[in-house]
Structure formats: C-alpha cells, structure tokens
C-alpha cells in the first residue's frame, strides 16, 4: 500500500468519528435550548395567568365599588347639599374607574366595554337621581333616591352582567 492510502485508511475513521460527533453535539444543544425555551414560556404563561386574574379580580372590584348602593354609603356625608354629594359621588366614579384603567391590558375587548358601560350607567343613574332632588337639600334626599331607584329600575344588571362576563372569562383561563 502506498503512504497516501495508509493515511486515508488511518484518517477516514476519525474523520467520522469527528463528523459523527458534531452532529450529536448539534442535536444535544438543539434539544438543550428547546427544553430552556419549554420552560421559559411556561413560566412566562403562569405569570401572564396571575396577571391576568388579578385584572378580573381588580375590575370585578371595581364594579362592587361603584355600584350606586356601595358608592353611596362609602361616600355619603351628612351635612352636604344634594349638589356636593353628586359632584363628590361622579369624582368618586371616575376615580375609581381611573385607577383601574391599566386592566383593559389583561381582559377582552368585550368584557372592558362591558366594564365601560356599568361605569357609563352608573354615572347615568346618578345624574338622574340628582336632575329630581333640589340642589340645596340635604344629601340624604339624594343618597336615598339614588339607593331605591337603583334597586328599582333594573340598572343594577349592567353591572351584574359585566361581573358575570369577567366571571366568565376568568374561568376559561382554568
């Protein structure tokens, strides 16, 4: 045999060995980082869920917060005129609103226009509640007209069905 054949037959099983080798290494490493990107959308996804259940959570809140019921005993002082305790019970509202703005990130388009439109309803039955007492009452004119009215005319469902469809979509996140 000549020198070159000897070294092709001595050099040939390494080559392959070396070859063989690149390709495992290349699939470990493969599989390596898939299992780290497994793992990192998975935590990714359980942060996203709490996240998300504590926006249903902060807008199911904020709903019981400005029903016109709890609004009123929350906010309600004596010793102001009707016109005080309107202005004081909309700052209240839409402060409260406000402050939750953030949560539309976490929720469906359906449920935060749901949301809008209790808020909006709410603002609504205040305005009217205030446009039948006068101005210079006392706020308990106002505070009760508001509370029997609301129990009355059914507007109380605005927000109920928007609890409901956060309620809703809170439980398909399970």
């Known amino acids: 045999m000549n020198d070159f054949t000897q070294l092709v037959f001595f050099i040939s099983p390494a080559l392959l060995v070396a ?3 690149y390709f495992v290494l290349q699939k470990m490493l ?6 780290r990107n497994f793992i990192l959308k998975k935590t990714s996804r359980q942060a996203t869920i709490t996240i998300r259940l ?7 809140l904020l709903l019981e917060r400005i029903s016109p019921t709890s609004i009123v005993v929350r906010t309600h002082q004596q010793n102001i005129s009707n016109q005080d305790l309107h202005l004081l019970l909309l700052a209240v509202v839409r402060e409260e609103f406000e402050h939750n703005l953030s949560q539309q990130l976490y929720v469906s388009n359906d449920a935060w226009e749901a949301v809008k439109a209790a808020k909006e309803s709410v603002i609504m039955h205040i305005n009217e509640s205030a446009a039948k007492t006068n101005v210079e009452n006392s706020s308990i004119e106002l505070a009760r007209l508001i509370v029997e009215s609301y129990a009355g005319d059914g507007k109380g469902d605005m927000i109920a069905a928007a609890i409901n469809m956060l309620k809703n979509e809170a439980k398909k996140i399970f």
């Open 54 to 60: 504590q926006a249903y959570e902060r807008l199911v």
């Open 19 to 21: 070859i063989s080798v």
């Open 30 to 35: 493969r599989n390596d980082e898939a299992q």
